[in-house]
């Protein structure tokens, strides 16, 4: 086996999180993926690198002396990477590559960063990882990425990034069945929705950590379900559960969508980018994007203005 850059950021990512679960996660790979590569590094290595434990792994003896040369060269290149980058989008004509988690604004963001760059082809990377979507901007491979990070999960945010805040708090509003009793209410107590179950997207990084801590400090412990967004609105329109949902969310004939009194659940949106570029114009495109979007969605209309107009700000 040939061990390349990528084989030597496996195992700083794998030693810096503590699991190879963990660091799957980050990477966006599969953990049996994962395992199979360090397997192979190992056998080029001639010998163990970590010990697996119960609660995750740790470097042995021969797996230090390998991190102590590799983490400081993945750390130098990602530097490097990240320099060239940032000087070829400076260079006029050149792609502006956008990353970006699930969010109703990208549309009308999309849309004026053409008008505003005529001539610059724009494209646009979706990701469910927020983290997997700022490694690619480390790495040099997207141009700026807008993610969102579940309060009281922080993003492990690769060196060499500069990132600018959106919104602070993003409320996160509940989706239910139109004929859910919930649904008759301007404003749904958290509480309310104790017998009912709630599914989670396991793919949206934070989400389960964020929802279990509000629930706990509610005092409730309902069932929980995973399913991906697409399944997620057909359980919830048979009143099967109810989700969290952002509060840009599209209000549809078959289900309700509502805040949650007194934002117990909240997202920060952020856009990254590489130290040194400049973004003040893709920034205030992405700004009045999301503030048009907003204004879309009477009860986030209402929010805001309720919040003071964290936008305007």
């Known amino acids: ?10 195992l700083c990512s794998i030693a810096e999180a503590g699991s190879i679960r963990k660091a799957a996660r980050l990477l966006g790979v599969s953990q049996p993926a994962l395992t199979t590569q360090v397997l192979r590094i190992e056998k080029t290595f001639g010998g163990k690198l970590f010990v697996r434990e ?14 102590s040369r590799a983490c ?4 130098q290149m990602s530097l490097l990477l990240t320099e060239i980058r940032a000087a070829a989008v400076r260079v006029p004509g050149s792609a502006l590559r956008v990353g970006a988690t699930a969010n ?5 963001w999309l849309r004026r960063l053409r008008q505003r760059f005529p001539g610059r082809p724009v494209s646009l990377h979706m990701n469910a990882s927020a983290h997997a979507l700022l490694q690619d901007l480390a790495q040099g491979r997207l141009d700026i990425a807008f993610v969102h990070e579940m309060e009281g999960s922080a993003l492990r945010v690769p060196a060499g990034l500069e990132s600018w805040t959106l919104l602070e708090r993003e409320p996160q ?3 239910m069945a139109v004929d859910h009793a919930a649904a008759a209410l301007p404003v749904v ?6 017998e009912d179950h ?16 509000a629930l706990f400090s ?18 919830v329109a048979i009143g099967a559960a109810v989700a969290l949902c952002s509060p840009l969310s599209d209000l549809c004939h078959d289900l309700a969508v509502r805040p949650l009194r007194d934002d117990p659940i909240t997202v920060r949106l952020r856009a990254y980018y590489a130290a040194g570029t400049e973004t003040e114009l893709i920034r205030a495109d992405l700004k009045a994007a999301y503030r048009e979007a907003a204004l879309l969605v009477p009860a986030y209309r209402r929010w805001l203005t309720a919040h003071g107009d964290p936008l305007d700000q």
């Open 198 to 213: 709630w599914l989670v997207d396991p793919s949206v990084e934070g989400e389960l950590t964020g929802l279990r801590r």
């Open 218 to 235: 509610a005092g409730i412990n309902p069932p929980m379900l995973q399913a991906d967004r697409h399944t997620a609105s057909t359980i």
């Open 189 to 194: 107590d958290i509480a309310a929705l104790a």
């Open 104 to 108: 109703r604004s990208l549309p009308g």
């Open 1 to 10: 086996m040939k061990l390349e850059l990528r084989h030597l950021e496996a």
């Open 173 to 175: 509003f509940i989706a």
């Open 54 to 67: 119960q609660n995750g792994c740790r470097p042995t003896p021969l797996g230090q002396a390998v991190l």
């Open 72 to 75: 400081p060269l993945v750390a």
